[in-house]
């Protein structure tokens, strides 16, 4: 094992072609000239940055054999897919590959490595080419330099997949580094779905976890993005997605994040057609000192389009949340409708969560909003189910479910969104004393 700082490319894909290896370079030496985050960055404002080190995080080698089974066979939160990929401490554990019926359309759905080998001018043209403008600079750098799990979804013009593709990514091995990457490519009019699954082995099982998702939809696509995050509270996580959505596009981006010690989520939207509407929700429990950075961009290059943002945090013990969002419109973006909401729900005292929405608006025939709203939790209420024989902890539960429920329901799966009540239940009943 090699340290990340010391070596970085050690992870390069074998037989990488030669523009390949320039992204993997500008990427380390990227992440070797751009210093850690600091208290004076703005777009570190309010997260705890003097706390925050990757030091001591190793890419590890592939876990034994029945390690790999053993997560395969625990990457079952979704039944009814129609491809699936798993992975552990960035080895490939598993992959169901499509059907022939959708490979004669001309569907591709391959692990990176095969994708380059196989796709090199789609991988050129797609890969590595979109980073972050939010802060996370230098750690996007380290992950082009050390990438090498991941998942590339092609679905050509016309064709519609109602089926999603699943990509699971685990941690196991002791303060694993990994460097998950999934790429959907929708052409015109082409539909399809993937869900992104972020899990730890055990709960002691420390890891850092750089990845990075970037969606594009052509023209008229629709695409629709999952993402659950349960990491164990010993990870430090970074998660760097982009979604660029051209004329008449529809995308939607449902996140549950639920684990890590530090989350740094950067979520960036580039509108660059009339017509496109995208959509963007997200739930996050917190607790005791979990940290949840969360930092959004909505940008609108093209007029009468729509970018809808809602982003749902509960906070319970010492738990802190930073939002910071923006919505840009360019000159000349008439008609745009662009709203962004960050709701909070304290549900201890101690608990803290900061907003900072913002507008940058250039054009004038606009409809755009933005706003953050923190409240406590309803006493009268939590005393009333108290009264009745309920703990204290199970009735914070059950209002953070009615709360949630409005996100929960997006996802548009029975079966997903049981799942995922289940994973925020346990949150909860692990802590009860």
């Not at 003097?50 to 790999?68: K, M, Q, W, Y």
């Not at 380290?142 to 998942?151: E, R, Y």
């Not at 909505?298 to 010492?318: E, F, I, P, R, W």
């Not at 009615?402 to 995922?420: H, P, T, Y």
Request: aromatic residues 8%.
């Amino acid at each position: 094992m090699n340290t990340i700082l010391e070596n970085p490319t050690q992870t390069t894909l074998a037989n990488a072609p030669a523009w390949l290896a320039d992204r993997r370079t500008a990427g380390l030496e990227q992440f070797k000239a751009l210093p850690m985050p600091s208290a004076r960055d703005e777009m570190w404002r309010f997260a705890s940055v003097g706390r925050l080190s990757i030091d001591g995080f190793n890419v590890t080698d592939a876990p034994a054999a029945e390690t790999l089974t053993a997560l395969v066979e625990r990457s079952n939160l979704i039944t009814k897919r129609e491809g699936l990929s798993v992975y552990v401490d960035d080895s490939p554990a598993a992959f169901e590959g499509i059907s022939e019926a959708l490979s004669a359309k001309g569907v591709v759905y391959l692990p990176i490595a095969e994708a380059i080998a196989q796709h090199p001018e789609l991988m050129e043209k797609y890969f590595l080419k979109e980073s972050t403008e939010l802060g996370s600079e230098k750690f996007f750098g380290l992950h082009a330099a050390s990438v090498k799990a991941g998942s590339v979804l092609y679905v050509p013009k016309g064709v519609e997949i109602e089926k999603p593709f699943v990509n699971y990514y685990w941690t196991s091995g002791a303060r694993a580094a990994v460097f998950p990457h999934t790429l959907v490519i929708a052409e015109d009019n082409a539909k399809a779905s993937v869900v992104d699954i972020f899990f730890s082995e055990t709960e002691e099982n420390e890891a850092l976890n750089v990845s990075v998702s970037n969606i594009h939809a052509g023209a008229g696509a629709n695409v629709f993005r999952k993402i659950v995050q349960d990491w164990n509270e010993k990870t430090v996580s970074f998660q760097l997605d982009t979604t660029v959505a051209d004329r008449d596009a529809q995308v939607k981006n449902v996140a549950v994040n639920i684990g890590a010690e530090r989350a740094r989520f950067e979520n960036q939207t580039r509108i660059e057609g009339p017509g496109a509407d995208v959509k963007m929700y997200s739930l996050t429990v917190a607790e005791e000192n979990q940290e949840f950075d969360q930092r959004t961009f909505q940008t609108h290059n093209a007029g009468n389009a729509v970018s809808d943002l809602l982003y749902k945090n509960a906070l319970l013990d010492n738990a802190r949340t930073i939002f910071s969002g923006l919505i840009k419109v360019a000159e000349g973006a008439q008609q745009t409708d662009a709203y962004q909401t960050n709701r909070n729900l304290l549900l201890d005292p101690t608990a803290e969560a900061n907003a900072l929405p913002g507008l940058e608006i250039l054009a004038n025939d606009v409809k755009c909003s933005h706003g953050a709203t923190t409240g406590n939790v309803d006493e009268d209420e939590l005393f009333y189910m108290m009264s009745r024989g309920i703990s204290k902890r199970v009735a914070m539960q059950l209002m953070v479910f009615g709360f949630f429920e409005e996100v929960i329901e997006k996802v548009e799966s029975d079966e997903l969104a049981e799942n995922l009540r289940i994973l925020i239940r346990n949150k909860f009943e692990s802590k009860i004393k």
